[in-house]
């Protein structure tokens, strides 16, 4: 009786090490392959209401990533990157280096780990979700806070909206009582050009919020990826 009884605990304790062993061997398999997807696609929620009257505040995204740039041998991440006017980006105007590897892999885990609520790197404010505007080599100019574009070798321009591959409706503001055209949010400014390797980029809320206006174009090092689905809420479920 007591060998039987030694037996089937030795048979249980058995099981259960066997069992806390997959458990742990799934989690960092699960861990791995999220790590490995997340530099082909990155979720993102809208924090802000610099997208209205498109994209709301508490809005879910897909991004795809551009990080792969940065993996493929002989592949410049300055290249330029598969963008078209009025695709949505999420940028990332963080002002320092880039953690190391071992801060950014203890970053992944805590992320992980935590349900993504808690970051030993947190660049989240740095992160931006604008539209496309202007490519590399267009020209840029601004009438009433409607955009008109002349692409490279073209000899007229068309309005932002003649030009874009998505439908979107900016939220124009009314001009205020002291209203001045040099203001930085007036809603006009002189043409530019846009470099080799910059974007015009502008939120959908043309009133005072931060964008290509007011830090100039963005390189393409910048822009992380483009939006490619919105998962939530249900019944705004669709391309951005």
Known sequence: MAK???????????????RVYWIFAGVIIFFLLNSAVSYFF??????????EPNLLWGDHFIFSSYQIYSLVPGLSPDASLPLQRGNVVL??????????PVLSLADRLLRFFS?????LVDRDEFHFVKRVIGLPGDEITMNNFVIRVRERGSAFSLTEFELSVQDYTPGIPQNPALWDSYLP?????????????EYFLLSDDRSNTNDSRTWGPVPSSAIQGRALFRYWPLRRMGRP
């Open 115 to 119: 349900a993504q609520r808690l970051s």
């Open 91 to 100: 940028l990332d105007l963080y002002p320092g280096d880039p953690p190391g």
């Open 42 to 51: 990155t979720m993102r929620v809208l924090r802000n209401q610099s997208m």
């Open 185 to 197: 949010f007036s809603g006009y400014f002189d043409p530019i050009v846009l470099g080799e390797d």
């Open 4 to 18: 039987r009884g030694r037996t089937f605990s030795y048979a249980s304790h058995k099981t259960q090490r066997r």
